[in-house]
């Protein structure tokens, strides 16, 4: 009987992949790949010999990227159909900014196969390491750059905001020589009202390969218009004031402390 298994290879595959996704890449008839790197390519096909294929085939120049997606979930749920285990292999966490794989496990739910999603490290928890943030000190927004823009996210500046896919910002199309970024202006205005322009954050970018180190630029927030970006680039944007506490939970707290 077919079933689907996502499994992640983290951002660098050597050393960041589980024992139990390569037993899965393994056990599968087939891997479907959503990688661009290609020793994490290599690394799968050597997992699985003949039996994996790329869904990176179904981009196309200036294509909208939901029909992508339907697409590669639709091919995904032809081989769960067949009986197959299928495993997709996604770089970083298979289920964080993954529409596909959301979409193809929602499909064979609805369809009665068993689905499942295993965890694995993703982009953001590389930046927690590499920036040094711990979200548990001043919180963590976490969105997607043109989600952000289009709902009007409601930010507080006393917390990180990590905005992701900053370098397709307001794209819907896939663009194979690079976007044009028309609305990083807006953007721009946007974080003007939570952020003074001179506030700085930072652009980043974790290593795929080992011994290499993360890419780290500092930029004042009124200069992000001027920056260039890649498709793998996270902003994070510290807080630019300290919280303000509640007095009477304060006191509570304090009560209880004995003070
Ligand atoms: N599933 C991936 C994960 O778990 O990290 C995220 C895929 S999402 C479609 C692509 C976005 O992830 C990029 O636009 C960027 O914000 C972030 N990203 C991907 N690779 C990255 C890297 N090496 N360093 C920093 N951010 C990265």
New binding site residues.
Partial sequence: RGRLIAV?T???IVGQITTEAIAWIRRADRVFT?ISDPVADETIRRLNPGGVESLSTFYEDRKPREITYRQMAGRVMECVREGSITCIA??????????P?HEAVRRAREEGFPAQILP????????FADLGVDPARSGCQSY??TDFLVHGRMIDPSSCLI??????VGEPLFRADGYPLSLLPILVDRLARIHPLGHVGYL?????HLGAG??IRAVALGSLTGERF??????YIPPSRPPRPDPDVVARINSMRGQ
């Fill in positions: 992640g983290g951002i660098r959503l996604s770089y970083g966490h298979p289920g964080v900014f993954a529409d794989v694995a490290i993703s982009a953001e928890d590389c930046l997607d750059a905005l992701w896919q900053i370098g397709a980043y970018e974790a290593p795929a993360p890419m890649s498709t793998s680039s996270t902003l």
